[in-house]
Structure formats: C-alpha cells, structure tokens
Nanobody
Framework: QVLLEESGGGLVQPGGSLRLSCTGS????????MGWFRQAPGKDREYVAA????????FYADSVKGRFAISRDNAKNTLYLQMNSLKPEDTAVYYC????????????????WGRGTQVTVSS
C-alpha cells in the first residue's frame, strides 16, 4: 500500500506559477513510477506528466509541454509538478498517482492515487 497526499494548489492569475507536491508513505517510494493527472469540471480525468522511478526519464502531455516540469526527490518521498505560464484552461483538480510500471501511470491505470488538490487559474 502506498499513500499519496497532494499539496500546493490554490488560486493564481493567468501567467503565474505554482508548484504542486505529492508526498508518499508506505512502501518504498523509489520503487514506483509516478505521475500527475487532472480533472476539470464536467471533463474526464486527463494525463499531465509522468516520471520513471529513478527520475531520469520524464513524459508530458502536449498541452503542458514547455510550461510544466515534473521531478521527484526520492530521499524526501516527494513528487513535484512545477507549473509555469498558467492558463485558465489549466484549472482542475490535480492528482498524483504511482505504480510499479510507467505504462500504468501514463494510462491512468495506476494502483495508487492521491485525493487531489485544486488549482484555479483566474484573474
């Protein structure tokens, strides 16, 4: 069992930045690939970014490429999502997930999910 908890969401103006964190507990954090998904009101949950267990490879949805950066600190059991140049369409609840395979993280079939943190981009 891996427990995940997101933090760092909030209200930000268009063009602004936020950094989300996801802290893990339970089974060894470095064993898992991890990712971020988001869900806007009335829409399906969508993939945002993913990172392999070692942190050496990262993946991004086209909609956030060049603006968001995923990273992890395995010594702190923490996953990050740095979000820059935020747009109103980035408004959503953001979830982190974890799984033994990056394939399942990317597809949304990950075994473990956090409860989400709200990000609102508005002037």
């Amino acid at each position: 069992q891996v427990l995940l908890e997101e933090s760092g969401g909030g209200l930000v103006q268009p063009g602004g930045s936020l950094r989300l964190s996801c802290t893990g507990s339970g089974r060894p954090f470095p064993n898992y690939a991890m990712g971020w998904f988001r869900q806007a009101p009335g829409k399906d949950r969508e993939y945002v970014a993913a990172i392999i267990a070692s942190g050496t490879n990262t993946f991004y949805a086209d909609s956030v490429k060049g603006r968001f950066a995923i990273s992890r600190d395995n010594a702190k059991n923490t996953l990050y999502l740095q979000m820059n140049s935020l747009k109103p369409e980035d408004t959503a609840v953001y979830y982190c997930n974890a799984d033994a395979t990056v394939r399942d993280v990317l597809s949304g079939a990950a075994d473990y999910w956090g409860r989400g943190t709200q990000v609102t981009v508005s002037s």
